[in-house]
């Protein structure tokens, strides 16, 4: 299961959770659509996310193809052939897939094959596809996916409990427990306000407005701003947006297209010191070693 080249180098990352058992990230901030292609035999049960932006999944040659929106999933399952990976991920847009085999898949819900429907003996051999909303708490967790950070050596540990609680958060049952969490997400009009949030600051990264002018904007009290934000992207507003300019800056540094001072410009930092010491936060290196780690 080796992935294809055809996509820019530094937006693909590929996880192995267990053996078998995958998580898949797109994370594309360039102005280009971005393909990328992998084999996927036909014993894996496929579940692909959209969490920002937009893309698109072609099968059978590119004659058959499945669009896939912002806050929208796809679960795929075909267990007469194969289902080879050819998805397409437009300009900034951010996709997160998870690969399991069917027969580790129908153990975590031994004792609920009635419960889902493809799961029970009836259904076992059938092929299945649904599309589905993206909850607020599977957002949460999927842009703690995106956005992680973490020391390497608890990465194996946090992305198998994250990957076991987005599967269990898609299956839970329709008396969501959302609501229960937190009555703000009951209201779609908060929620969509602090996705407007979102859109502003990552718009204007190199000048974002202040948490005060951004409640304005947004025409949602500040802390009810902070406390939306938090339980739909897991994170602090300018946390949120400190781990998207570093990701911004890696793949403009991986293009090659800018030198150093120029990335640091362009997402929002007036000198170079502090923009190597940010980059050297997150990521534990300096940016001008980073790069010259790309070419070795």
């Not at 998870?98 to 819900?109: A, D, M, Q, S």
Request: charged share 25%; with cysteine.
């Amino acid at each position: 299961m080796n992935s294809d080249k055809s996509i820019a180098e530094g937006i693909y990352e590929e996880t192995v959770i267990e053996e078998g058992f995958f998580i898949l990230k797109f994370h594309n901030e360039t102005d280009e659509n971005q393909l990328f292609k992998r084999e996927v035999s036909s014993n894996f049960i496929q579940f692909h996310f959209c969490v920002k932006g937009t893309g698109s999944f072609s099968f059978n040659n590119g004659n058959y193809r499945l669009p896939i929106n912002e806050d929208s999933s796809l679960l795929l399952y075909n267990p007469e052939r194969d289902l080879p990976i050819e998805v397409s991920v437009n300009p900034h847009s951010w996709v997160l897939s998870v690969l399991l085999p069917i027969k580790k898949f129908h153990t975590l819900f031994s004792r609920e094959a009635n419960y889902i429907s493809f799961l029970s003996d009836e259904n076992k051999d059938r092929k299945y596809y649904k599309d589905a909303h993206i909850s607020p708490s599977m957002a949460i967790v999927l842009n703690q996916l995106m956005n992680y950070n973490l020391h390497p050596s608890v990465k194996s540990l946090y992305f198998k409990g994250k990957a076991y609680e987005l599967i269990s958060l898609y299956f839970n049952r329709p008396t969501d427990a959302d609501v229960e969490q937190c009555p703000f997400l009951v209201d779609e009009q908060n929620v969509a306000k602090i996705k407007k949030a979102k859109e502003i600051i990552i718009s204007r990264m190199a000048e974002p407005p202040t948490l005060q002018q951004l409640s304005e904007e947004i025409n949602l009290p500040l802390n009810k701003l902070k406390e939306g934000f938090k339980q739909i992207y897991g994170d602090s507003v300018f946390s949120f947006l400190f781990d998207y300019k570093m990701e911004v800056a890696r793949q403009l540094l991986v293009s090659g297209s800018h030198n150093v001072n120029e990335v640091g410009l362009k997402v929002g930092y007036s000198t170079s010191s502090h923009f190597i010491a940010a980059f050297k936060k997150k990521f534990g290196t300096t940016p001008k070693k980073f790069v010259m780690g790309l070419v070795n």
